[in-house]
């Protein structure tokens, strides 16, 4: 059964995810975002800057979900 979600957090989605890739490929200095890139460490560096930047924990908690998924998704290896 496919879980349906509204636009507005499909765009939430979205617009996390497009964060989190500019932070990787300005902290990486690379033009090509991959699973290699994605790691426990560069979500912990990215979450840190949030903090950094004042945002609220409560998006901070609801950003570190999305993220945790994203990395588990992208280490084939662990799924199955």
């Known amino acids: 059964m496919q879980k349906l979600y509204s636009e507005h957090t499909i765009e939430a989605y979205d617009r996390d995810l497009r964060q989190f890739f500019a932070f990787l490929k300005t902290s990486s200095c690379s033009e090509t975002i991959g699973p ?45």
């Open 36 to 80: 290699a890139l994605i790691t426990r460490q560069s979500i912990r560096e990215f979450l840190y800057a949030l903090t950094n930047a004042g945002l609220r924990r409560k998006s901070i908690v609801r950003k570190t979900c999305r993220y945790q998924i994203l990395w588990q998704i992208s280490r084939p290896e662990r799924c199955g």
